[in-house]
């Protein structure tokens, strides 16, 4: 590990804005379904280029619309983009998802299929694309030291060794993180429950823990006037397989990620995360694939993810390091494992020793190296939808 | 010996950390200190992850994890015997199902 002045530094970009990112993609954002084809399009002509297909953007409305919006202008905005291309059936909206990534200062084009078809369209944008992969293959890693940088946190397909073990080990990965004055996100709003009084203990700020209140019971409210059987979706399937019986048990395990440190941010879907937050509650569904793109589009450059019976979450534009504590799955699914604590689990070393583990991997991570996600090409993106188009 | 993890001495249940057959020898230990709480016998197969019964558990009773409760005993529960789905239920979202 590099040290500074007693500080951990790493060798990322520096964006315009002054963030940091840990890769240096060029980004073809889909501003809705029916852009898909133009700009995986792009992707198959210019190597270096990321398509983030989707199935949505037409027809949203309201909060549901805005979220989209601010999950694909967020993830152009991420500091692991150099530049981003944006494309969308019609010119209006693939300027405001445009508009949403300028301010960052970083190069964006949009483009608009409607009047020209998706040959003229490809055509156009990929030899944008080609100057900016161009451009971007000059840009350098510099060393900066690890504070200011945005993080995020979560675990799936869990069962009891997480609790036992990955989930406290990366715990105390990130109160070392926040330490340095990073910010890590977490949120799964739903399966904070049996733990939420925990978390909101932790939140010293009365106005933010009402909010987070205000936040929990909404989401829970929600899936609890379904009226409908949990059992079976949650815990899920692989939760009960590797012995976590209760939606409690689950909660409690949860939030042995957190660490020890105070909660001092919280945010709903809309709010952004701002720099310097430090341990910072994001309203998220619990899903992986749609916590993790929420994260990203909030700004989280690497995203630590725990796992017991094996969740292969991956993300297309940020390394997604993937921690379990479960020996059997260290050995069944090896080729989606990073970091092995299973030796923290059966009690051969302490938690210190684990956490410094998953610390220092994810300073190689920081520093370039790929994870088991990026190398697996697990490029999951999928947006949060709140409810049904109009 | 086989050995079961427990988060917090006023835990009822403790966390199989290889795979126990019944019949098995166990020891719980505290995983913060590594304190040995106990030994006890299986009365069922658990598999890594699985939960035993530290101690005599009535049908109704809280059965806690984390020094907290994780839900409540469908039936009696002996010591030794494995808890899970069959023995133990949420007091939160189990509460759904009956509706």
Same mark, same amino acid.
Request: no cysteine; charged share 40%; glycine share 16%.
């Given at each position: 590990m590099d040290v500074v002045g007693g500080r951990p530094v790493i060798r990322g970009y520096v964006r315009p804005d002054g963030s940091v990112g840990v890769r240096n993609h060029i980004v073809v954002i889909p501003v809705?379904?029916?852009s898909n084809t133009a700009a995986l399009g792009i992707a198959k002509l210019i190597r270096g280029v990321v398509a983030i297909p989707h199935p949505y953007g037409r027809l949203q409305f309201g909060k549901d619309l805005d979220l989209l919006f601010h999950i694909l202008s967020g993830t152009g905005a991420n500091p692991n983009v150099y530049g981003a291309i944006v494309i969308g059936i019609e010119e209006n909206w693939a300027n405001r998802v445009a508009d949403g990534i300028v301010k960052t200062g970083k190069p964006v084009y949009a483009f608009a299929i409607?009047?020209?078809?998706d040959l003229r369209t490809i055509e156009i944008a990929a030899r944008k694309a080609k100057e900016l992969v161009q451009e971007a293959s000059e840009a350098q890693r510099t060393e900066i030291d690890l504070t200011n940088i945005m993080f995020s946190i979560k675990c799936g397909e869990s069962d009891t060794t997480s609790g036992l073990a990955s989930n406290p080990a990366t715990g105390y990965v990130v109160d070392k993180l926040v330490d340095l004055g990073n910010t890590v996100m977490f949120g799964e709003t739903s399966e904070l429950t049996g733990a939420e009084d925990v978390v909101a203990g932790r939140i010293g700020d009365e106005k933010l823990r009402e909010k987070f209140w205000n936040i929990y019971h909404e989401y829970v409210g929600f899936i609890e006037d379904q009226g409908v059987n949990l059992l079976g979706s949650q815990p899920t399937e692989g939760n009960i397989k590797g012995g976590l019986t209760t939606i409690e048990e689950k909660g409690l395990g949860n939030i042995?990620?957190?660490?020890?440190?105070?909660?001092?941010c919280v945010v709903d879907y809309l709010d952004p995360v701002p720099?310097?937050?430090?341990?910072c509650f994001v309203n998220t569904s619990s899903a992986a694939a749609e916590a993790v793109t929420l994260f990203v589009a909030k700004g989280s450059v690497l995203h630590l993810f725990t796992t017991g019976q094996g969740n292969v979450v991956g993300h297309p534009l940020i390394p997604v390091v993937k921690i379990t504590a479960n020996p059997k799955t260290a050995t069944s699914m090896s080729e989606h494992i990073d970091v092995d604590v299973s030796d923290l689990l059966e009690l051969k070393v302490g938690l210190a020793e684990a956490g410094e583990r998953i610390f220092n991997y994810a300073l190689r991570v920081m520093n370039g190296r790929l994870t088991s996600t990026e190398v697996l090409q697990h490029d999951e993106f999928s947006p949060i939808k709140l409810y049904i188009s109009s | 010996m086989a050995r079961v993890a427990v988060h +917090?001495?006023?835990?009822?249940v403790g966390v199989a950390i290889e795979d126990i057959r019944t019949g098995d020898e166990v020891e719980a230990v505290y995983?913060? +200190?590594?304190?040995?709480i106990g030994r006890i016998k299986a009365l069922g197969d658990i598999p890594l992850g699985h939960k035993i019964a530290l101690k005599d558990i009535g049908a109704g009773e809280k059965i806690i994890k984390y020094g907290r409760p994780i839900g409540v005993a469908t039936r009696d529960i002996k010591a030794g015997e494995h808890v899970h789905t069959h023995n133990l239920k949420s007091i939160r979202w189990g509460a759904l199902e009956r509706r």
């Open positions: 809705d379904d029916l409607e009047g020209n078809g042995q990620k957190l660490g020890t440190k105070p909660i001092t720099r310097g937050a430090g341990l | +917090d001495r006023r835990d009822s995983i913060i +200190d590594k304190f040995v």
